[in-house]
């Protein structure tokens, strides 16, 4: 009998397998499969919480930030569970927690409803922090920015994909078909990541302890970079948060138009998308400081620009499609920032706090952005392009702090500042 090893067939898998872009490729996928469903499902659970379990706006907001919360909590959880697990367990995990919330779709109990769709913001915190976490750990067979870019592309793409399924699923066989394809999405993902998907884990981060997880929190808390990094995240993503509640409202309220709001929706996938790739790619040939200032001042330029017209279809439409833009493209720097500045050893924790960070400012600037346009419809971009001149200065005093890993890495040919 042929041995196993001398098999030609699992020679071959255990070659494909070890190819050095498949774990790209398989990041991408499975932040493709969880825009599929994530986004779909966000939107029609809103809807399935108003129809079928006639819950009012109040109480369907106050469920929605509830599972905001939850995961931010499991996020600064996150980088101790991926220091146990790997990077590649918690992706398994987030997206088993992610598959059971589809399951809100077909249950009738308020109570159960609410705590399927608990599980689901864990799940994506989880998702996130594996996900990132990941990324970093595998920049080295690659260009970490335009791989930064087609990571964050993916998601777009599958809810390009799976939006227009889902409200054809839903409308043609009701809520309990879409819950139940997209728990087989999350399962098929799951399995496919569980077979191929390598484990990629440290040894130093074996070390850490899940019961110590607040004291790893606070120590990475601490550092200056770290800090800096939770400016750099929050001031933009406040403005961010203000910007995709307002400028569809604004614009609905001035033209009664839904198709402008549409079309608006539209060019903002478009432009932002190719912001992202363009960031990506700057990033790999001039490193991340240019790019990162580049995008702050476009952030600014749209605040200061809506200011001024927000009362105009064209301002609100032209500046909010730029301020967008920025925003996306600072998501996609972000990856590069931790890496240029973070031990990839505490990247699982810092991204946990970063995500933890991004929910509770995405909250404060829906809250701030709702309050402050009443007096003055201009005077919420007005606080949002302001508070993001510090994060230029932020971004400058980063870079400033990692000129000298910038030398050295030059040094050997990697673009690291």
Same mark, same amino acid.
């Given at each position: 009998?042929?041995?196993?090893?001398?098999?030609?067939?699992?020679?071959?898998?255990?070659?494909?397998?070890?190819?050095?872009?498949?774990?790209?490729?398989?990041?991408?996928?499975?932040?493709?499969?969880?825009?599929?469903?994530?986004?779909?499902?966000?939107a029609?659970?809103?809807?399935?919480?108003?129809?079928?379990?006639?819950?009012?706006?109040?109480?369907? =907001?106050?469920?929605?930030?509830?599972?905001?919360?939850?995961?931010?909590?499991?996020?600064?959880?996150?980088?101790?569970?991926?220091?146990?697990?790997?990077?590649?367990?918690?992706?398994?995990?987030?997206?088993?927690?992610?598959?059971?919330?589809?399951?809100?779709?077909?249950?009738?109990?308020l109570?159960?409803?609410?705590?399927?769709?608990?599980?689901?913001?864990?799940?994506?915190?989880?998702?996130?922090?594996?996900?990132?976490?990941?990324?970093?750990?595998?920049?080295?067979?690659?260009?970490?920015?335009?791989?930064?870019?087609?990571?964050?592309?993916?998601?777009?793409?599958?809810?390009?994909?799976?939006?227009?399924?889902a409200?054809?699923?839903?409308?043609?066989?009701?809520?309990?078909?879409?819950?139940?394809?997209?728990?087989?999405?999350?399962?098929?993902?799951?399995?496919?990541?569980?077979?191929?998907?390598?484990?990629?884990?440290?040894?130093?981060?074996?070390?850490?302890?899940?019961?110590?997880?607040? =004291?790893?929190?606070?120590?990475?808390a601490?550092?200056?970079?770290?800090?800096?990094?939770?400016?750099?995240?929050?001031?933009?993503?406040?403005?961010?948060?203000?910007?995709?509640?307002?400028?569809p409202l604004?614009?609905?309220?001035?033209?009664?138009?839904k198709?402008?709001?549409?079309?608006?929706?539209?060019?903002?996938l478009?432009?932002?998308?190719?912001?992202?790739?363009?960031?990506?790619?700057?990033?790999?040939?001039?490193?991340?400081?240019?790019?990162t200032?580049?995008?702050?001042?476009?952030?600014?330029?749209?605040?200061?620009?809506?200011?001024?017209?927000?009362?105009?279809?064209?301002?609100?439409?032209?500046?909010?499609?730029?301020?967008?833009?920025?925003?996306?493209?600072?998501?996609?720097?972000?990856?590069?920032?931790?890496?240029?500045?973070?031990?990839?050893?505490e990247?699982?924790?810092?991204?946990?706090?970063?995500?933890?960070?991004?929910?509770?400012?995405?909250i404060?600037?829906?809250?701030?952005?709702?309050?402050?346009?009443?007096?003055?419809?201009?005077?919420?971009?007005?606080?949002?392009?302001?508070?993001?001149?510090?994060?230029?200065?932020?971004?400058?005093?980063?870079?400033?702090?990692?000129?000298?890993?910038?030398?050295?890495?030059?040094?050997?040919?990697?673009?690291?500042?």
């Open positions: 009998m042929m041995p196993l090893t001398s098999n030609p067939l699992l020679r071959q898998w255990n070659k494909w397998k070890s190819a050095t872009w498949l774990p790209a490729i398989l990041l991408i996928l499975v932040q493709m499969a969880s825009g599929m469903r994530d986004m779909p499902q966000f029609f659970f809103l809807i399935y919480l108003q129809e079928q379990l006639g819950l009012k706006p109040v109480t369907i =907001s106050s469920l929605v930030a509830g599972a905001q919360i939850a995961g931010m909590v499991t996020a600064l959880l996150g980088g101790a569970i991926t220091a146990k697990l790997g990077s590649k367990w918690v992706l398994v995990c987030g997206l088993t927690l992610s598959g059971l919330s589809s399951l809100a779709f077909q249950v009738p109990l109570g159960l409803v609410v705590l399927l769709w608990f599980f689901g913001g864990a799940g994506m915190a989880l998702v996130t922090v594996g996900g990132a976490s990941y990324l970093t750990r595998i920049s080295g067979r690659g260009s970490l920015g335009i791989l930064a870019a087609f990571y964050a592309l993916s998601m777009t793409v599958g809810g390009a994909i799976g939006n227009p399924f409200g054809v699923l839903i409308e043609g066989h009701g809520f309990v078909a879409f819950s139940r394809a997209a728990m087989a999405l999350s399962f098929g993902t799951i399995l496919v990541i569980s077979l191929l998907m390598r484990h990629l884990q440290d040894q130093t981060m074996k070390q850490v302890s899940l019961r110590s997880f607040w =004291s790893g929190v606070l120590d990475t601490r550092q200056t970079n770290v800090r800096m990094l939770v400016g750099l995240r929050c001031l933009p993503t406040i403005f961010y948060g203000m910007l995709i509640m307002l400028i604004l614009i609905n309220s001035l033209t009664g138009s198709m402008m709001v549409a079309a608006y929706g539209t060019t903002n478009i432009v932002a998308s190719l912001a992202q790739l363009l960031a990506g790619r700057a990033v790999d040939r001039w490193g991340a400081r240019r790019p200032l580049l995008a702050y001042t476009a952030l600014i330029l749209a605040g200061l620009g809506l200011t001024v017209s927000a009362g105009r279809l064209w301002g609100l439409f032209g500046f909010g499609v730029l301020g967008i833009a920025a925003a996306w493209s600072l998501s996609t720097l972000m990856y590069v920032w931790v890496n240029d500045g973070v031990p990839k050893a990247h699982p924790s810092t991204f946990g706090l970063l995500h933890a960070v991004w929910s509770l400012s995405m404060c600037g829906s809250l701030l952005g709702g309050w402050l346009v009443s007096p003055m419809p201009g005077l919420p971009f007005l606080v949002g392009g302001i508070l993001n001149v510090g994060s230029l200065f932020l971004a400058l005093s980063y870079y400033g702090r990692n000129l000298v890993k910038d030398t050295v890495s030059s040094n050997q040919g990697i673009r690291e500042i």
